[in-house]
Antibody, heavy 113, light 112 residues
Framework: EVQLVESGGGLVHPGGSLRLSCAAS????????MNWVRQAPGKGLEWVAN????????RYVDSVKGRFTISRDNAKNSVYLQMNTLRAEDTAVYLC??????WGRGAQVTVSS | EVVLTQFPLSLPVTLGQPASISCRSG???????????LDWIQQRPGQSPRRLIY???NRGSGVPDRFSGSGSGTDFTLKISRVEADDVGVYYC?????????FGQGTKLEIK
């Protein structure tokens, strides 16, 4: 089955860290750009980061630059988002997306004291 | 950052009637090689997003032909020829011509 499954979400204190994972299956993972998109409670969608097929190119939205790192392991068909120095405004459902054509169900990240 | 402005933000529609959503970009979405990377995304209540339309007017896999996209440059439209109950949700336009990629605010479609 063609799918993306996120994991690693949870509750973390401000200033803390979390690592999200996204496992892909059913397609040739190494052919695609992969993305992280987030949706804050009751809000719209915001692109967070993306990475090119071989992992050599990464881009971030300004609000997470220097704090978040996207990476991938094509041998494991997985993409990751390392999130450091988390803030309350990072609270959101984080969605993994294969370009824009396939989306996961998301992982909830809550930053609160 | 490229701002995408959608209207209307709320769209009550009678079953079987047509619906239309507009998306206006603050910058041209045409690339130097002539492509336009503007998609339409549907998010049904409690579900993951689903791509309906890519590159302005191409329907995604399994998308009914009731859905169509059009436009060019900075002005784009999503049309639903006959709204069904299953179409309830929020619709976003999305551009990936420029980084950061951006979404419109979303249009909430409901059944009247």
């Amino acid at each position: 089955e063609v799918q993306l499954v996120e994991s690693g979400g949870g509750l973390v204190h401000p200033g803390g860290s979390l690592r999200l994972s996204c496992a892909a299956s059913g397609f040739t993972f190494s052919n695609y750009w992969m993305n992280w998109v987030r949706q804050a409670p009751g809000k719209g969608l915001e692109w967070v980061a993306n990475i090119n097929p071989d992992g050599s190119g990464k881009r971030y939205v300004d609000s997470v630059k220097g704090r978040f790192t996207i990476s991938r392991d094509n041998a494991k068909n997985s993409v990751y988002l390392q999130m450091n120095t988390l803030r309350a405004e990072d609270t959101a459902v984080y969605l993994c997306a294969r370009e824009a054509s396939l989306w996961g169900r998301g992982a909830q990240v809550t930053v609160s004291s | 950052e490229v701002v995408l402005t959608q209207f209307p933000l709320s769209l009550p529609v009678t079953l079987g009637q047509p619906a239309s959503i507009s998306c206006r970009s603050g910058h041209s979405l045409v690339t130097s090689d002539g492509n336009t990377y503007l998609d339409w995304i549907q998010q049904r209540p409690g579900q993951s997003p689903r791509r309906l339309i890519y590159n302005v007017s191409n329907r995604g896999s399994g998308v009914p032909d009731r859905f169509s996209g059009s436009g060019s440059g900075t002005d784009f439209t999503l049309k639903i020829s006959r709204v069904e109950a299953d179409d309830v949700g929020v619709y976003y336009c999305m551009q990936y011509t420029h980084w950061p990629h951006t979404f419109g605010q979303g249009t909430k479609l409901e059944i009247k």
